[in-house]
């Protein structure tokens, strides 16, 4: 479901981004620490950032669904975005759920950060938005309440990185990486993924376990255990050393 997917990005995320900002030309700039010697490192809002854009990019394999509530996350917007999708894809667990995918969509993101400025946002803001949604930022039962809290929380969060100098020089890769534990992701499930899409050949793993989703196991088990993965990589992240 939703926030197992978006759960298991940021922790995606939060697990190999350390190791991530050492290599070459993932941050825009190099930062001082108190010696004075020049290292590349991602800063604290980056993390967050970085964490939160992989949560809503794990979410995107799934807008091949239009009937997906993560299709209604800003409205009308994402529904046609969804419709677009889907006719493209060839339908729900098709082309979107795939290594040419998240590959495509990886460097699709890092050429967007890198060329264009204002589809960088646009990226940024829709990725903000997809993981609020996953995580279920909204009011039961008031869908237009719920799609105004989320557009409010994400211009906040927006602003908020901004405001932190937030570089956008990894986030190809961290759409690639939210987009490849979606995948993952349902490969652990009874219905598979074609991994090798155009081949439509559905992988399951490991070794066809089929979890069902949005039983009893994924709600009160797997989304807790994950939650509090999430929070303990923050602080292991986030706390001084």
Known sequence: MGHTHALTGAIAWLGVAPALAALPLLTETSRFIETGVMVNALNPAEFVAGAIICAGAAMLPDLDHPSATIAQTFGPVTWG???????????????????????????????????????????????????????????????????MLNI?????????????????????????????????????TEKGCPVLWPMRQKWLLPWKIGIKTGRAFEQKFLAPVLSVVVLGLLYLRLAPQ
């Open 152 to 188: 409010g929380m994400t211009a906040g969060l927006f602003v908020v990185f901004r405001s932190d100098n937030v570089g956008y020089a990894w986030l190809g890769l961290a759409v690639a990486i939210g987009c490849l534990t979606h995948v993952v992701g349902d490969c652990c």
């Open 81 to 147: 975005l969804s419709k677009a999708v889907s006719w493209l894809a060839g339908g729900h667990r098709n082309a979107t759920h795939s290594l040419v995918f998240a590959i495509a969509t990886g460097f699709g993101a890092h050429y967007l950060a890198n060329t264009y400025p204002i589809g960088r946002d646009i990226l940024v803001i829709l990725l903000i938005g997809l993981a609020l949604r996953a995580i279920g930022i909204g009011i039961p039962g008031k869908k237009f309440a719920s799609a």
